[in-house]
């Protein structure tokens, strides 16, 4: 629920308003606890809330805090056709287009859809009353933990170390103030002496269209002109080898010719004993981003935190309808995790492996192609120009503590240290930037 500052003059107001939302923010171990108690006893939960904060509605009430992230600071509009390789116009985006920006982002969420609904409107008239105008909202909805093209979704998720039962990951990769890598100082990508942005997160939301019709399309028609290569391919198959999962969740494999629906999905694999793309197709979009202990071109693999959940109707009850995915990851860094993949994964025909990802990959009007391993031998295919997945909005945001976000209602000091702290942040910030551009 994207919410914007009507009027110059109203920003500290709804700064204000942002901080008295504090109290209502949901921690992530209360969620855990209300998932485990649904299991048991299936009753309805408050809404949860979750808070995102634009970089526009932080520098202009939050003047001593810098983020030093040169993408939350650019922000997705400007980023989006250069770094993203996105072709849509952000002037059309439903949210967060050219001349919309999104100050605050609301996540409503329980299992009662009209208590969410109920809750929702409660925000946004309270929002109206402190000066913010409510942008479009959309409802969204799980769909049995499936995307629309039919896939399980949100399989592999990073396991965080001192949070999960097997963590294999520092929590500094996804919120500020710890670790990145075990018995290293904690990650601080900040200027802020008031402690704002303590045990804060950076959250990307992109609003993704899919065109469930023209990929379902591709796999039927390209399975057909495979025919003669690949005897008894399926649309279904095709679509596997594209995302390098079965509809049920499990790895493709070398052998499979339909679904063997594990479930629970297989979590456990990795891709060293792969290197020709035998098993998985080295395009496979899970493994664009996520090659494992694969070849790559960087020692550690970027993670997120990824909380996507779709929007609209199934295909098959209203073909026409708009529907998607609202992609939602949080992360420490979005330059460093969801921009590096996006931008030198996704969107290259080189790393971490040979060929396009023809699910989401973008492509400078190029061709966009990988190799499938057929029973003669390598199969190159073709994606469509007009991609399946199509940016409609989004934003980059810090979503922030409970008690940082109360921090929201205390101004700033007039002048500091602070201040020359920036400078020289800003100031090192570029000259870092300058030499990784030559």
Known sequence: MPLAVADAADFQRASAWVASLSPAVTTVAQVRTQREAMKSAPATVSPWLCVGIGQ?????????????????????????????????????WRVGGTGAPVDVLLIVA?????????????????????????????TLRRLDDREHFGFRDGISQPQVA????????????????????????????????????DNGSLLVFRRLAQEVGAFRAFCASEAMR????????????????????WPSGTPVAAGQTSDPGQFPPGNDFDFKNDSNGASCPLGAHIRKINPRNGPKDVLEV??????GVPFGPLYDAAPEADRGLAF??????????????????????????????????RSDGAARTMKIQGPAGPIQISAPLADWIKPTGGAYLFAPS?????????PPAAFG????????????????????DR
């Open 56 to 92: 526009r509605l932080l520098s202009k009430t939050q003047s001593d805090v810098l983020i030093r992230d040169e993408a939350f600071n650019g922000g997705m509009v400007k980023r989006a056709p250069s770094v993203l390789g996105d072709k849509s116009d952000p002037a059309g």
């Open 110 to 138: 329980s299992n009662d859809e009209g208590a969410t609904a109920s809750r929702a409107q409660e925000l946004v008239t309270s929002a109206v009353a402190a000066g913010l105008s409510a942008g479009h909202r959309d």
């Open 162 to 197: 001192g949070f999960d039962d097997v963590g294999e990951l520092q929590p500094g990769n996804f919120v500020f103030g710890y670790p990145k890598v075990a018995g290293s100082e904690p990650f601080w990508p900040v200027v802020d002496p008031r402690g704002l942005t």
């Open 226 to 245: 495979l025919a003669a290569q690949w005897p008894g391919l399926t649309a279904e198959h095709l679509g596997a080898l594209i995302v390098g999962r």
């Open 302 to 307: 970027p993670r997120m935190l990824r909380r």
């Open 328 to 361: 939602l990851a949080f992360q420490s860094s979005v330059k460093s995790q969801f921009e590096f993949l996006t931008q030198h994964w996704m969107n290259s025909d080189l790393n971490p492996g040979r060929g396009n990802d023809l699910l989401v990959g």
């Open 402 to 410: 409970k008690s940082g976000l109360t921090k929201f209602a205390t």
């Open 417 to 436: 240290l602070w201040k020359a702290q920036q400078l020289w942040a800003i100031t090192l910030d570029s000259v870092k930037q300058s030499l990784f």
